[in-house]
Each structure stands twice: as structure tokens, then as C-alpha cells.
């Protein structure tokens, strides 16, 4: 069965950094692109970024809006995924998904975490 | 950046009644779209992906069509457990980005 469980999540002063951590199970993590998206309270989804698998270079992509900031890291041997986040800002406010993402005859966002609530506030 | 427009933002209906959610796609996304339903406190679970496929598990009195920028999602006949929020996703380009969704409530 394929699990995907987020941890992490907090309250964080403006300006403060935290990581996100997503334990993955029951897939070959390896293999599958991995990707981050949040959702600020009563609001829509947004997407945060990816990191591809190591046949990509485990390559990342941003979100304008989180590019500098945030970055996106793995470790295949753990199959944990990670989100490090500096430069927090109130409106980073949010609950954070981890999803699985891009593998050859999979569809993407199949799977989600049940997510972990950041808080940004002073 | 591509723009989904997504279509009633909210929507009340009747117990067996027949549901259309629409979309669309700023610029063509050939097939790379999904549907998603969000229940209260949950996590978005993947209905529909390429446009027309079923997730795992997922009744097939939902389905979706279209190709390009235009695409829809239906369900056949509405279920009381089928109150929840509905996003359209392109995936055809970065960064991947959602309709703003639909919430579906039972008359």
C-alpha cells in the first residue's frame, strides 16, 4: 500500500525557516519524481515544486512565488522527501502535501500525504 | 504561467441529478489534465487523470472529456457522498497550476 506521510509542520515567526519532511512507502520512491503542494486556509491548491529522480538529476523546479526561498531535497536510501523553507512569510501559511509525482506509466499526483499544517505568525 | 478556469465555483444539486464541472486551459494542454475531489479535512484524492482515465477505485459515475483548452467533468448521478470541492490541474507545463475549484453541495 502506498503511504506518503508529511511531518514538520509548526508555528514559525516571519523570517524563520522550517523542514517539511514526507516518509514514502510501499513504491520504489526512487524512481518517481516527487512534488510539494500547499493549501492556505479556505483556499485553493498550490503548487510548490519538484524534484526529479536521479536518472533527472533529481533536478528541481520552483513556484515563482517560493523560488529563493524554499528548496526541495530527497534521499533515495531513506525514501524520505524533504522541503526546506527560509525566509518564511505570513502568506507561506498553509497545509503542506507531499504528492507522487512523474514515473513512466504512472499518473502523476496520485498519491498524497495527509498533509502538516505551518503556521507562519508572530 | 497557464490559467485554468474552472467553472461554477460553487454548484447545489439534487440526489441523482447529473453534474457538468467545466475548465479551461489558457493555452493547449493536449491531455495533461486531472480531476481531484476534496472532501472537508482531507487530502485531494485523484479521480480522473489524462483528461479521461479513472484514478484507483474511483465510481465510474464520474468521468471527463475534452481535449486542447476545454475540458469537463461529470457525474452521472449525484451520490450524498459526493459533497466536496472539485480541482481541475494541467500538468503540461511548469508550473503545474489548478482551477480555483468547485464546491458541490446536496440540495
Known amino acids: 500500500e502506498v503511504q506518503l506521510v508529511e511531518s514538520g509542520g509548526g508555528l514559525v515567526q516571519p523570517g524563520g525557516s522550517l523542514r517539511l519532511s514526507c516518509a514514502a512507502s510501499g513504491f520504489t520512491f526512487s524512481d518517481h519524481y516527487m512534488d510539494w503542494v500547499r493549501q492556505a486556509p479556505g483556499k485553493g491548491l498550490e503548487w510548490v515544486g519538484r524534484i526529479r529522480n536521479r536518472a533527472n538529476l533529481y533536478t528541481t523546479q520552483y513556484a515563482a512565488s517560493v523560488t529563493g526561498r524554499f528548496t526541495i531535497s530527497r534521499d533515495d536510501s531513506s525514501n524520505s522527501l524533504y522541503l526546506h523553507m527560509n525566509s518564511l512569510k505570513t502568506e507561506d501559511t498553509a497545509v503542506y502535501y507531499c504528492s507522487r509525482g512523474y514515473n513512466f506509466g504512472y499518473p502523476l499526483f496520485d498519491y498524497w500525504g495527509q498533509g502538516t499544517l505551518v503556521t507562519v505568525s508572530s | 504561467d497557464i490559467q485554468m478556469t474552472q467553472s461554477p465555483s460553487s454548484l447545489s444539486a439534487s440526489v441523482g441529478d447529473r453534474v457538468t464541472i467545466t475548465c479551461q486551459a489558457s493555452q493547449d494542454i493536449t491531455n495533461y489534465l486531472n480531476w481531484y475531489q476534496q472532501k472537508a479535512g482531507e487530502a485531494p484524492k485523484l479521480l480522473i487523470y489524462d483528461v479521461s482515465n479513472f484514478g484507483t477505485g474511483v465510481p465510474s459515475r464520474f468521468s471527463g472529456s475534452g481535449s486542447g483548452t476545454d475540458f469537463t467533468f461529470t457525474i452521472s448521478s449525484l451520490q450524498p457522498e459526493d459533497v466536496a470541492t472539485y480541482y481541475c490541474?494541467?500538468?503540461?507545463?511548469?508550473?503545474?497550476?489548478f482551477g480555483q475549484g468547485t464546491r458541490l453541495h446536496i440540495k
Open positions: 490541474q494541467q500538468y503540461d507545463s511548469v508550473p503545474i497550476t
